[in-house]
């Protein structure tokens, strides 16, 4: 099976999923009766992570979730469905479910910090909406943007720059910062809300630790790849080739280094509780939290990562990110956001893999399948 697309940074999504991967995870996430126990020959012979796929631990007699109620405690099968998907995977991941409303939090590696890449452009509307409801901005004002505020990566607004810059107005810039993960316009609201400073100021003022942000993308991106900073890297493929030019020694350590401690890290279970609260209204107001989960609603990128494995009947919105690879790593891949059952019942959900070798339809199953289990697992109560 095939699938293609393209991630948030342009580059495109494609490659083969084996069709083992997919029953084996199906099977997981569905964990509704005990599996059969493992024949002599299976105990003997442990499956190892490959390029195709990875081992999955089998649930053995897993617990039964049909008397537990889930405004209170999570389903103990999706604790250990959770639990078996993080630990599987080939790779540094960082998953967390939250059920809205209630008061539990399901998690593998939930407090760790993960680098977030786009996904911190949620931070960056919210602060702006954040503002808005203040009084201190507006989203009809509109802005200029020249060709020294250009960034790197994806930027497709970079072709409606020209010599005399372009102005357009900020709920233009937040729809394309937040629905095609554009670095530009999504710098353009950083500035005009005050900076990471106020980015983090709100995110204090709304008590939510354990996420970081900053200092901004073309910061960020290039410290990651060992660069200084030069505007002249927003043109073309300039930051790219510049990049390739640095020994290899160089651009490991820069990328080792902002793994061990990323200056965008967010633990998984943090980032679902602020979901969360978004969803209940307490992170702005009424009118602002409905703009918001609209443009969520209406994001394009990234189709077959949690999105591709929430059933017919939901609803999802959500924010993406996509790091850096440097061969045969990749980092940051991410999604975030709130999957709705046909009951009204609302799940925040994030999974971030902080890095990984595993190529892109293996880390869409993991995403799909953590979709799945929540969809499995659900109970109106």
Request: charged residues 20%; glycine residues 8%; hydrophobic residues 40%.
């Amino acid at each position: 099976m095939i699938f293609k697309g393209k991630g948030p940074g342009g580059r495109p999504e494609g490659g083969i999923v084996s069709a083992k991967l997919i029953l084996l995870i199906t099977a997981l996430s569905a964990c509704v009766s005990a599996p059969q126990p493992p024949t002599a020959q299976a105990r003997a012979s442990k499956p190892q992570p490959t390029t195709a796929t990875f081992p999955i631990r089998p649930v053995a007699n897993p617990p039964r979730h049909q008397d537990v109620d889930q405004r209170q405690t999570p389903p103990p099968a999706l604790v250990s469905v959770i639990r078996n998907l993080g630990q599987s995977f080939n790779g540094h991941v960082g998953i967390a479910v939250r059920r809205i409303g209630a008061d539990w939090t399901v998690a593998h590696n939930g407090n760790q910090l993960f680098p977030q890449q786009s996904v911190s452009k949620l931070w960056v509307s919210m602060a702006f909406l954040d503002a808005v409801d203040r009084g201190k901005l507006r989203l009809s004002d509109t802005t200029t943007i020249t060709k020294k505020d250009l960034t790197l990566f994806h930027q497709p607004s970079a072709m409606l720059v020209d010599n005399s810059g372009w102005t357009t107005t900020y709920s233009n810039l937040m729809d394309r910062a937040m629905k095609q993960s554009d670095n530009t316009c999504n710098d353009a609201l950083l500035r005009a809300v005050g900076g990471p400073d106020a980015v983090r100021g709100f995110l204090a003022r709304r008590f939510i630790s354990n996420i970081r942000f900053g200092p901004g993308e073309r910061l960020l991106q290039s410290t990651t790849a060992g660069l200084d900073w030069r505007q002249d890297y927003s043109i073309g493929r300039n930051f790219y080739a510049a990049r390739a030019k640095l020994p290899m020694t160089i651009r490991k350590k820069a990328l080792d280094n902002y793994l061990a401690n990323p200056p965008d890290g967010a633990a998984p279970s943090s980032i679902v509780r602020a979901l969360a609260k978004l969803k209940e209204g307490d992170m702005l107001s009424p009118t602002s939290t409905r703009t918001l989960l609209s443009i969520m609603g209406e994001a394009r990128t990234g189709p077959q990562r949690i999105k591709g494995g929430v059933p017919a009947g939901w609803s999802y919105l959500h924010k993406t990110g996509t790091g850096q690879d440097l061969a045969p790593r990749s980092t940051g891949y991410n999604d975030i956001g709130i999957m709705t059952a046909p009951d009204g019942t609302s799940y925040a959900v994030a999974v971030m893999i902080g890095s990984t070798t595993e190529p892109i339809p293996v880390r869409w199953q993991l995403m799909q399948a953590v979709a799945k289990a929540v969809a499995a697992n659900h109970e109106r109560r």
